[in-house]
């Protein structure tokens, strides 16, 4: 039960909206990663790689 009371006490945290990786590089670096070099066209993702369990 204190453990509870003491919970409701503190204030809760708001989780801040997650931002890709894309506009986080856009906005840190003004690099799009989604704009080729070469041409200028628009890049799209075609598979995303993630980590073995």
Avoid: H, I, N, Q
Avoid at 20 to 36: E, I
């Amino acid at each position: 039960m204190a453990l509870e009371a003491a919970a409701s006490k503190e204030p809760m945290k708001e989780r801040m909206p997650r931002v890709d990786w894309a506009k986080l590089l856009r906005r840190t670096f003004a690099l799009d990663v989604f704009t080729c070099a070469r041409c200028g066209g628009r890049r799209r993702v075609l598979a995303y790689l993630m980590a073995s369990s």
